[in-house]
């Protein structure tokens, strides 16, 4: 099974390219998405939304003058999320995003990393960060990496057509 990886910087269009794939393919997709839940002044406060069940829980949360993650949240309900969309008959599984706030949360991970062997195909979108683990994602030999940083929208769209859609 080959996995899809797309990351590059902030605002390029990462999960619009994911959703795109996902409408082309029109199939079935469980896992989760990452949604802003409030604005504050030293950045967005994100939530993570189960895309079987609807529920969100909040990700990330003020500390002082910078947003840290909840690694309680990752490590349970993420985690939760993760092998419940793995264990559905959706054929994909969508991972939406996977960045720095994740790094505490041993458990989170570990299910994202079993995802990867699972018989589902995995859409992931990475945050443009050099982390251990994203790197090791980057790194697998069953994954197509598409890069905005590197490939226009559409030159990314017709990288993955090639690879997946035809």
Not at 6 to 11: E, L, M
Not at 22 to 35: F, I, M, V
Not at 96 to 118: K, T, V
Request: glycine content about 6%.
């Amino acid at each position: 099974m080959l996995h899809l990886l797309i990351t590059g910087a902030r605002q390029r269009g990462k999960s619009t390219l994911a959703n795109r794939y996902l409408t082309a393919r029109g199939l079935p997709y469980a896992g989760y998405r990452t949604k802003v839940r409030e604005q504050t002044e030293v950045g967005p406060v994100y939530e993570m939304q189960d895309l079987r069940t609807g529920e969100c829980r909040p990700i990330s949360r003020r500390e002082g003058d910078r947003m840290v993650g909840i690694p309680k949240t990752f490590d349970s309900f993420g985690t939760k999320v993760i092998r419940d969309a793995s264990a559905s008959d959706a054929p994909i599984l969508l991972l939406d995003e996977i960045g720095r706030f994740e790094r505490s949360s041993g458990r989170f991970l570990a299910a994202i990393d079993e995802a990867f062997s699972e018989v589902q195909q995995v859409v992931a979108v990475l945050k443009q960060e050099e982390l251990p683990y994203l790197e090791s994602m980057k790194a697998r030999t069953d994954v197509c990496l598409v890069d905005l940083d590197v490939l226009t929208r559409e030159e990314a769209w017709e990288r993955i057509q090639e690879v997946f859609l035809k």
